[in-house]
């Protein structure tokens, strides 16, 4: 029992372990960090998007706005911008090539 918690101890401590989880470490933060900048992006472009209609529609009268309302205009635009939302999320799951690959070890 000794050996095997001494070789634990060893591995542990030993510098390819400890070179190998400051690696795994810091690709996680950098990923973690870039993914959170990238959705605070989204976010704001979202947002200023939605203030941007907002303000188009400021001038309208009301009773057109209710109107626009009883067609479901407000429902098509929500549809409208899922899509791009969706669209715009797929090509970017698309173009990151940072996902390892790992190969099983093939015996001949």
Excluded: E, R
């Excluded at 690709?27 to 959705?39: D, E, P, Q, R």
């Excluded at 941007?52 to 429902?75: E, Q, R, T, W």
């Amino acid at each position: 029992m000794g050996a095997v918690l001494q070789a634990i101890i060893n591995f542990l401590t030993s510098g390819t372990f400890v070179a190998g989880l400051a690696t795994l470490l810091g690709k996680l933060g950098l990923a973690l960090g870039i993914s959170f900048t990238v959705v605070q992006g989204i976010d704001a472009g979202i947002d200023y998007l939605v203030k941007m209609v907002n303000d188009g529609f400021a001038g309208v009268p009301s009773n057109i706005i209710s109107l626009l309302a009883m067609y479901g205009i407000d429902h098509c635009f929500n549809i409208i911008m899922s899509a791009y939302l969706f669209v715009f999320s797929m090509h970017g799951i698309n173009k990151v090539k940072t996902i390892p690959k790992f190969k099983l070890p093939t015996t001949n």
